[in-house]
């Protein structure tokens, strides 16, 4: 089938989206090449001096980057698992699954930043049911969001609330379209559970789950909602990722320019990193 | 060891489901409380705890002239702007994913694949690299701090979840489906419309569904592009919380924020159980 009118169903939609997004990047880059600040708010050019101070001279951009790797990679594994594990419990018939199915839905359905005003409350170290109730056996009160270290956690803690049910969905979505025989052949073997586990369903769920773990890690590298409203990056800089690193260069200290720098290389890397990532996953769990 | 494992099983769901549910019945706790029983110690339970009272929930449709903080306004506006640009995606991204799924593609290196990733990729992107450029923009033509520039940004953001969803469903529809009404006289519009896209529903829900999900949920474009003509929920009650943050009508505010979209969840769980979903995400 092949017919000049393919094109009427396709471009309308690339050409908006090109549309859209064309300028932006365009610009990024001219920007990034240029010294907008807020004493001089002009595109002047000043070559890749931007680059050089970014790779030479802003640790904090780096350090916010490898923050953020560890943040996106440590949440999506702890989502994986988990999602993983409800999906399986709930995939056959056990009591009130559709409930369960439902509960385990609910938070990815809820914003993010609103949803974190909400735990900013529930981990108040003074005023928060957190502290209270470990206070009553004993244990606490444990410094959430202004310890460096442990507001890490925390914000692992609230990512992994809110984005879990995505994994859960994709996976049990994955896993209730699975063909019926493998299993049955396991069954006829006389397979344990744990057997089945290991040489049927999980090899075939491989395809799905590095789906699933790579549309994750996508969505996860841009954390930036959590963290602006529980920690606003702090304590210090314990919290603050790549992306609010760039937002406060660029929309707070009005380095425009720098900013631009910081963005374009920031889009770089991630999809040369992802890229790398989806390669390896594949190379990983898909065996021939 | 099956008992064990039962067991094991059963508490795990059970611990789960408490974390989950814990931040909502505690915003609910919270919302009918006041300063009393917010600042002096930690309160649960109400009658028993503090004495409930509805001005949380009471502030919400005041105007602020009056000390409320008129949550209506950014209802609408969020509706709006999620719903427009919702239904562009799904309508362009429609078309694209149709096109990709059935005719092909070749202009130098790039092919089928290579176009629907260019699609997908557009996820990647990171909103502050984006949003640099999009407030200059369209502070340009004119459109900062309004629905529309809202809704044009948007249309970046969903028409990837639309085409991704829909180019896989599309794959699944059996092309002869598409043939047969060729042969039967249809121009190929008229295929698509008269056909295929009736036996496409599940897929245009589950997808309409993403994009209504991830375009509600956003709260960094809003944030950087709108300002005091245009307000959206989440900027709204965000700003809530770094004035001197009365966590009742805080709490009001996100619970009546988050509820619509909880009815997806029912949704969602019905076309996953009636086995819809599983073709439509895989």
């Not at chain 1, 460096?148 to 914000?155: D, G, L, Q, R, S």
């Not at chain 2, 944030?223 to 965000?238: N, W």
Request: aromatic share 16%; hydrophobic share 55%; net charge positive.
């Amino acid at each position: 089938m092949n017919f000049k009118h393919k094109y009427v169903f396709l471009f309308p939609g690339l050409f908006v989206l090109i549309g859209i997004l064309i300028f932006p990047i365009i610009f990024t880059i001219r920007l990034s090449l240029s010294g907008w600040n807020s004493y001089t708010p002009e595109m002047n050019f000043i070559g890749i001096t931007n680059y050089i101070r970014l790779f030479t001279d802003d640790p904090r951009f780096w350090e916010s980057f490898f923050r953020l790797s560890f943040l996106s990679v440590s949440t999506v594994i702890l989502q994986y698992i988990i999602g993983f594990a409800l999906a399986l419990m709930v995939w056959r018939e056990i009591k009130f699954k559709r409930f369960f199915r439902v509960i385990f839905l609910i938070p990815m359905m809820t914003t993010p930043v609103i949803m974190t005003v909400i735990w900013r409350t529930f981990f108040h170290e003074s005023l928060g049911p957190v502290n209270d109730l470990l206070g009553h056996i004993g244990i606490g009160p444990i410094l959430w969001l202004s310890d460096p270290v442990i507001a890490k956690f925390t914000v692992i803690i609230v990512e992994v609330w809110q984005w879990t049910p995505f994994m859960f969905l994709l996976l049990l979505a994955g896993l209730l379209s699975l063909p019926k025989e493998p299993f049955l052949a396991a069954a006829i073997d006389g397979a344990s559970s744990f057997r089945k586990f290991v040489y049927v369903t999980f090899p075939l769920m491989a395809p799905i789950s590095i789906g699933a773990i790579i549309i994750r890690l996508i969505e996860a590298s841009k954390i930036m909602d959590t963290v602006f409203v529980l920690t606003s990056g702090g304590p210090g800089t314990a919290t603050e990722t790549s992306s609010f690193y760039i937002y406060i260069k660029g929309l707070r200290e009005f380095q425009m320019g720098y900013a631009a720098t910081l963005s374009f290389t920031y889009l770089v890397i991630m999809i040369i990193s992802l890229t790398i990532i989806a390669k390896v996953l594949t190379k990983l769990m898909i065996k021939e | 060891m099956e008992k064990l494992y039962k067991f094991l099983k059963y508490t795990f769901i059970i611990l789960w489901t408490v974390f989950i549910v814990a931040p909502f019945l505690w915003a609910v706790s919270t919302s009918f409380k006041d300063f009393q029983s917010v600042n002096s110690k930690v309160t649960y339970i109400p009658w028993l705890d503090f004495e409930p009272t509805l001005e949380g929930w009471r502030v919400l449709v005041k105007s602020p002239a009056r000390g409320g903080v008129d949550i209506v306004e950014p209802y609408f506006n969020s509706i709006f702007v999620t719903c427009t640009a919702s239904l562009i995606s799904i309508v362009l991204g429609t078309l694209a994913a149709y096109a990709l799924s059935r005719f092909t593609f070749k202009a130098g290196f790039v092919r089928n694949n290579d176009i629907t990733f260019f699609f997908i990729s557009q996820r990647i992107m990171p909103p502050i690299v984006l949003s640099i450029p999009f407030f200059i923009f369209l502070s340009t033509i004119g459109l900062l701090d309004s629905l529309l520039g809202l809704v044009v940004v948007y249309i970046v953001l969903l028409m990837p979840i639309a085409v991704w969803i829909m180019v896989d469903f599309f794959n699944r529809v059996p092309k002869e489906l598409d043939e047969t009404a060729l042969i039967d006289g249809c121009n190929p519009y008229q295929a698509f419309y008269k056909v295929v896209l009736p036996n496409s529903i599940p897929g245009l829900i589950v997808a309409g569904m993403f994009c209504i999900i991830f375009g509600w949920i956003d709260f960094f474009f809003a944030f950087i592009l709108t300002f005091t003509e245009v307000q959206l929920l989440p900027v709204k009650v965000v700003a809530l919380n770094s004035s001197i943050t009365p966590w009742w009508s805080l709490s009001a505010s996100a619970l009546i924020s988050v509820a619509p979209l909880i009815i997806v969840a029912f949704v969602v769980e019905r076309y996953l159980s009636k086995g819809n979903l599983s073709g439509a995400l895989k």
